[in-house]
């Protein structure tokens, strides 16, 4: 559906990006990090989401001849548009598996390029994956509040504006089974799912002819939006008067839908309404303004709905709306690099990096991640990232790398994946973290620290930062 | 940038669609609403955008080939899907013009076209209007604490995914100047600003040296970050080097930018030294996690600060991120159509319609927009929409009709306005809205009523359909 050149971008990496050619710094190596520093829904996870997204277009970013004759009339450089024209990313990517469970502070992904590519990617690349991460996060609260019952994605409409295209594919990563959004499906391979809206119904003179209309011409494919006018009055008859009639014709009516009113109460209503009339088949799905929370609500009242159709809360990321991920240099022209700050928690951290899974000698998670330099191959002890005092070690633990190379010299390493295989190893991801870090109120920390060499480099950084200035 | 298809939709609207085909409805014109039913910000105004963006994307709304092979394996009915090959929209519309000041439960706009075209553009006209109004609304706000000050969209990598898109673009309607997105400004004729990042400086070993290339290479943009390493003690006195610098070559260093720390302690250390350094031109640009209200208590103070820049909140439309903005069918075959609901806030209203705003005999506003059926001319009195003991009267009193044409057979009736008129007729309208409007806190409200004629046929179908179900 898009078309992404290299002017997806902020202007100051094309200001930057000028200033680096013009010195000879398009051919230094740099590397950035991806990272965040709050996890969204004060919730105790994030899901990473986007990465094959990402790919997909980095290996196609370049500016178009429009692209290259707007900044012209901007007033950049002949000879740096000149250098534009054959720009094309040619780095390296090392990322954390898309669908992984991912925490704060660690580095998510690491971009290897020369300057001007990894300046020229910031933009897109975060906002590609703020959005999916945030998204496939919330995505993955509903689903655990939903247990086994059906979720499906109906927020086109609310979404803020084509955000809805990865809104509905990050959704079936964290856990939603279809979307209403077609092209979303047609693009994501997602099933896409939609009856009937209220419009339907009043379009007719007589609800029960709307009703008996749609199940000819979609005998498969029937759910019924019953509270145009009364749920229990005129709807829900008028649906089993339907739903006897496609049985006695040999099919069956697929399910019954609620969009207003006390759903636990109504959905118990027609449960035993359905059931009477031997109609024990047909689905009750819900909606209108879900979240986790109302839906772990409708659950513990034992509403006996088997669908849900989630909306604007799912895909704008309510209430959060955005995850705070930043792109930060480690590493540039054979140096490490810092950002110094007044508040510790926003130093970032030097060095090509690798980050690693502690597990204990069975192989489960000991809850930890620790970040180490890229060449480190074991980690017995981390420290606390920001309170060097605080440690914790690891004994007849294992540690799996988490970063691996997904792009070298600008082409992804494999092939593309299913968002169905992303899905299930994300599934498998999160099902290796105990309860505790999944339930919503004050969940438990999960730790992340910094290896010890990791640890003495940045504070050599920091201390040649602070003496030159004091 | 985009390529928006008419499978830009959810399926509902296509599955509604092959009924109304199969049963010979495409041929019936029906009438629907747009409109909205809570302020967003619980602000006393919206601001109406996504007009030009959807008249653009409906005069070149079908199905592709690969849409419709895609919907054929879907198991839609061949003969419909050949009556889609010819799809366009050759509808009506009756709108607010863009950047208006609108207000809830009145229609915003009107479609009056075919059964299925009419249902086919639903998706797509909710997710383009609804999210330009949530982001021109907080746009708005934003300038009116801003004041004179210029102010700058940074949120591109917050955004969600390319909503970014037509955040920028909404953002400038609301009152921005500039903003960073490099595609939106050349795609919307919007000024595009942005000079350097962190990660500039760190990429050098001294941050006097990435100053200095930077102001070579952009002699006449440029504005230095300062807060790298140290704000005051290393970015400021070298920001002042290289001004001075720049002055001695009859050059001007345009600005400094601060992007952490006490924005209006640091603005106005920094304004005293540049000023005493004979810098006094030198603008003061601020920026992280600004909003209205941080905007309002940085002016409070007299933080001396020229620009703000401003992103997540602003581009995401923080804290609300979505505006309620809904679609219901009004008149169908013939007959007006209603949508009952316990909730009498959600009554729908029938018939096609014209919305006047009252005006006193000196042409000022009276503070009520009444609805009316679209044949009336002329309103004396008004009805509360959904308590009807409650009526307002006007005497001496102009009405201007706020829908008029702008799209007839589903071509334009009136050439694409630039974003510049768009902005400045914004402008110009709010200006007519005194200070209790525009304020953050309990903002007085605005009245809404509907016409006595408007009243009787509503109440007359409302009778109609209860007393069917009782």
Known sequence: MHQFTATYTDLYQINMAQVYFQQGKHKHTAVFDYFFRKLPFEGG??????????????????????????????????????????????????????????FPTRPVLQVEANM????????????????????????????????KEMLIDFGMRRAQSSGAYHASRAAFIGGFEATSNVVAGKDFN??????????????????????RDFAESHPKNTILLIDTYDTLKSGLPNAITVGEEMKSRGEELK???????????????????????????????ASNQLDEYVIRSLKEQKGPIDVFGVGTNLVIG?????????????????????KLS????????????????????????????????RDETEVHRMNHPFEPSKTLSFTGCSAEPLLSSVMKNGKRTYPPKSLEDIKAFSRKRLSEFSEE?????????????????????????????????S
Chains 1, 2 share one sequence.
């Open 116 to 147: 001007v590519e990894a300046q020229l990617v910031e933009t897109i690349l975060l906002n590609l994956l703020n959005f999916q991460t945030l998204i496939a996060t919330k995505a993955s609260r509903i689903r655990k509040s939903a247990g």
């Open 318 to 338: 309510d209430p959060d709306a955005a995850l705070d991920g930043v792109y930060k240099l480690a590493f540039a022209n054979g140096k490490p690099r810092i």
């Open 342 to 373: 007044e508040n510790l928690a926003k130093l970032t951290m030097p060095h090509k990096k690798q980050v690693y899974r502690i597990r204990n000698s069975k192989g489960e998670l000991a809850g930890a991640d620790a970040v180490t330099l």
């Open 190 to 211: 997602i099933p896409i799912s939609g009856t009937m809206a209220h419009s339907f119904v009043q379009s007719y003179d007589e609800e029960l002819t709307a009703f």
């Open 255 to 285: 399910g019954v839908r609620l969009d207003s009113g006390d759903l636990s109460y109504l959905a118990r209503k027609c449960r035993n309404a359905l059931d009477e009339a031997g109609l024990q088949d047909v689905k009750i799905a």
């Open 45 to 102: 996870y994030a899901i990473f989401a986007g990465l094959e997204t990402l790919l997909g277009i980095l290996e196609n970013f370049q500016f178009s001849d429009e692209d290259l004759g707007f900044l012209k009339d901007q007033g950049l450089d002949s000879e740096f548009l000149d250098y534009l024209k054959d720009f094309k990313f040619e780095g390296n990517l090392f990322s954390t598996k898309e669908g992984d469970i991912v």
């Open 437 to 469: 870090f999944q339930r919503f109120e004050n969940p438990h920390i999960y730790k992340i620290g910094i290896s010890d060499q990791l640890l003495e480099e940045r504070e050599k950084l920091r201390d040649h930062y602070k003496n030159k200035n």
